[in-house]
Protein backbone atom coordinates (compact mmCIF):
# COMPACT_ATOMS: atom_id res chain seq x y z
CA UNK A 1 0.00 0.00 0.00
CA UNK A 2 3.08 2.62 0.74
CA UNK A 3 4.10 1.77 -2.66
CA UNK A 4 0.63 2.70 -4.05
CA UNK A 5 0.90 5.85 -2.28
CA UNK A 6 4.48 6.88 -3.37
CA UNK A 7 3.64 5.68 -7.03
CA UNK A 8 0.38 8.03 -6.74
CA UNK A 9 1.67 11.24 -5.23
CA UNK A 10 4.64 10.91 -7.96
CA UNK A 11 2.82 10.34 -11.07
CA UNK A 12 -0.16 12.61 -9.83
CA UNK A 13 0.11 14.86 -7.01
CA UNK A 14 3.32 16.18 -7.46
CA UNK A 15 2.74 17.36 -11.23
CA UNK A 16 -0.24 19.39 -11.01
CA UNK A 17 -2.52 21.84 -9.21
CA UNK A 18 -6.05 20.83 -9.18
CA UNK A 19 -8.67 23.51 -9.15
CA UNK A 20 -11.22 21.62 -6.85
CA UNK A 21 -12.30 18.50 -4.89
CA UNK A 22 -13.83 17.21 -7.74
CA UNK A 23 -11.03 17.38 -10.32
CA UNK A 24 -8.86 15.75 -8.12
CA UNK A 25 -11.44 12.72 -7.11
CA UNK A 26 -11.67 11.95 -10.84
CA UNK A 27 -7.92 12.09 -11.26
CA UNK A 28 -7.77 9.93 -8.57
CA UNK A 29 -10.44 7.96 -10.09
CA UNK A 30 -8.94 7.60 -13.45
CA UNK A 31 -5.57 6.44 -12.32
CA UNK A 32 -6.75 3.69 -10.17
CA UNK A 33 -8.64 2.51 -12.69
CA UNK A 34 -7.80 3.48 -15.74
CA UNK A 35 -3.99 2.50 -15.54
CA UNK A 36 -3.07 1.19 -11.43
CA UNK A 37 -5.55 -1.84 -11.62
CA UNK A 38 -5.16 -2.72 -15.89
CA UNK A 39 -1.93 -1.90 -16.69
CA UNK A 40 0.63 -1.91 -13.77
CA UNK A 41 2.04 -4.66 -13.32
CA UNK A 42 3.03 -5.42 -9.91
CA UNK A 43 6.43 -8.06 -9.02
CA UNK A 44 4.71 -9.12 -5.85
CA UNK A 45 2.47 -10.62 -7.50
CA UNK A 46 4.22 -12.45 -10.12
CA UNK A 47 4.41 -9.58 -12.31
CA UNK A 48 0.58 -9.59 -13.13
CA UNK A 49 -1.64 -6.43 -12.96
CA UNK A 50 -4.55 -6.26 -9.97
CA UNK A 51 -7.05 -7.18 -12.42
CA UNK A 52 -5.21 -10.22 -13.82
CA UNK A 53 -4.12 -11.44 -10.21
CA UNK A 54 -8.52 -10.90 -9.29
CA UNK A 55 -9.24 -12.73 -12.14
CA UNK A 56 -6.92 -15.57 -11.15
CA UNK A 57 -8.34 -16.08 -7.74
CA UNK A 58 -11.96 -15.48 -8.73
Known amino acids: MESFHAS ?9 TYKDY ?8 SYI ?4 NSRRIISADG ?5 EKEQLVS
Open 33 to 36: EGFY
Open 22 to 29: HEADLAQF
Open 8 to 16: FKKEKVYQR
Open 47 to 51: YLTPD
